[in-house]
């Protein structure tokens, strides 16, 4: 039997939502774009244009609820990767727009760069539960108004994944496009194939930003997948309440899930969270807090009650080092999000409430992970695991190391053998070296990053990238 596990039930659920339809039609988002409320009021919002607030009726959720598919694949530029939703199992993500990273050569934290996203991405490659990939930091070394498309392109040239990424406005869309094209070789497979997806963040509280709306918007032209991402944070941008928390995260979320599906119904959406706490002595951002947990096992519960694909921010910290907090928190954020079967859990690889980058933190976070994820598999209680024939063999006083069932039960998934986690000796872990996990970490990053590419590109396919980078960079 899995082990399964929940923080609401069904009537608190239906409360959250009733909740979050109240405060869509008597508090309203504000829309800063023209265009955008004009679509709302054509579809039966009512829209105070002096305020830019709409307010939006059950009504109108209810039906892009019915048009917003339940099922889709996320395609790979590798179509090997390719992720269909919901997902068979929980599976991985980047956070992304960090903007440090600690040196893998000299340990220390500097200002992230290009190289950064390029290592990331080939260890993203090489991690079998990762499927989704966001830009996980945001260049020092990149044009500022060009970083997003530059950043994107990279993620693409050096993994083979699915790419989830911002659209900060509609002027970057076009670039987008013609990097999928580079990829692809044509509209009509950017649009078939679906190897972009772009996150949408609202802006609690209660609010859009007009220009990544607008940009967004016009990329549900080609069908691709949006990300529902609200992150308001109890105590500041959000109320000093988890179930009001959550009830207004997903307020937000049910509004763009109705200006998505009035722009282009059909349009794949996924419904995301990424909410937290503050720390209530320096007003930060909390992510490794049990609240925060609370809330986005939450809100997966939520997108479940709605049919909808799921992504939550998970496997997060709030340390400023790899270590023993950050192990700790990891654990907390992780195996809540396993237990109410999230689709992705978003965050691998990153601290410091996802600011700073460490390679090794991607692997360790895969251990972390995959230990959380059996867990959840729980116990297979069947004929096939009944071994009751080897118990009356042993019988009193044995041992079953020399049981066939013993060699064939230690090579299945029911026991997890893990690459990282250190179970020697003492004497022998010191003859060794002493290596911490850490250490064993770093050591395979380097393998991996001195191996061949998984998923490379060709050069013609290099070059054509490599001239839409440069343009972006030298035009927005």
């Not at 995260?249 to 109705?258: F, G, K, Q, R, T």
Request: include cysteine; proline fraction near 4%; glycine fraction near 8%.
């Amino acid at each position: 039997m899995e082990m399964r596990g929940s923080v609401l039930n069904g009537r608190e659920i239906e409360r959250i939502h009733d909740d979050s339809i109240r405060i869509l039609e008597e508090v309203g988002v504000k829309v800063p774009s023209e265009q955008i409320l004009t679509l709302l009021e054509a579809g039966g919002a009512q829209v105070d244009w002096d305020g830019q607030i709409a307010r939006i009726s059950g009504q109108m959720v209810e039906e892009a609820l019915k048009s917003a598919p339940a099922q889709f694949t996320l395609g790979a530029r590798n179509p090997k990767f390719d992720l269909e939703l919901p997902s068979a199992d929980t599976t991985l993500n980047m956070d992304g727009c960090g903007s440090n990273t600690i040196d893998f050569q000299t340990g220390k934290r500097r200002l992230a760069l290009l190289r950064d996203l390029e290592d990331a991405a080939k260890v993203f490659d090489a991690i079998p539960s990762a499927s989704v990939l966001w830009s996980c930091v945001m260049p020092s070394d990149a044009p500022s108004g060009g970083a997003g498309v530059i950043s994107s392109a990279v993620s693409m040239l050096n993994s083979g994944k699915h790419l989830q990424d911002e659209i900060q406005s509609i002027r970057e869309l076009p670039y987008i496009i013609q990097l999928c094209k580079a990829f692809l070789g044509s509209e009509e497979d950017v649009i078939r194939r679906k190897i972009y997806s772009a996150t949408y963040c609202t802006v609690a509280p209660l609010c859009h930003d007009g220009e990544m709306l607008e940009g967004t918007a016009a990329l549900t032209k080609y069908k691709a997948p949006v990300l529902l991402y609200p992150m308001p944070a109890c105590g500041s941008t959000g109320p000093a309440s988890l179930y009001s928390n959550v009830a207004l995260a997903n307020a937000e979320s049910l509004s763009s899930l109705v200006i998505f599906q009035l722009a282009a119904p059909g349009t794949p959406l996924i419904y995301g969270s990424a909410l937290g706490r503050i720390n209530i002595r320096t007003g930060t951002f909390l992510e490794g807090a049990a609240e925060t947990e609370l809330m986005m096992a939450a809100m997966v519960q939520m997108g479940k009650h709605y049919g909808l694909p799921t992504i939550a921010a998970g496997c997060l910290s709030d340390a400023n080092e790899p270590g023993i907090q950050s192990a700790m928190e990891k654990t907390l954020t992780t195996l809540p999000l396993i237990l109410a079967q999230a689709d992705v859990i978003q965050g691998i690889g990153l601290l410091e409430s996802s600011m700073t980058l460490s390679l090794e933190q991607m692997l360790i976070d895969e251990e972390i992970f995959n230990q959380c994820r059996r867990m959840g598999a729980g116990i297979q209680v069947c004929d096939e695991k009944n071994y009751f024939e080897d118990i009356a063999a042993v019988a009193q006083g044995g041992h079953y190391l020399k049981q066939k069932t013993t060699r064939r039960a230690f090579r299945s998934d029911e026991f997890y053998n893990s690459r990282l986690i250190i179970s020697d000796t003492y004497d022998t872990w010191l003859s060794g070296g002493s290596k911490s996990i850490f250490d064993k970490a770093h050591q395979q990053v380097r393998q991996i990053l001195d191996a061949d590419p998984i998923s490379p590109v060709d050069q013609n396919t290099e070059n054509v990238v490599r001239e839409i980078m440069e343009e972006a960079g030298a035009k927005l």
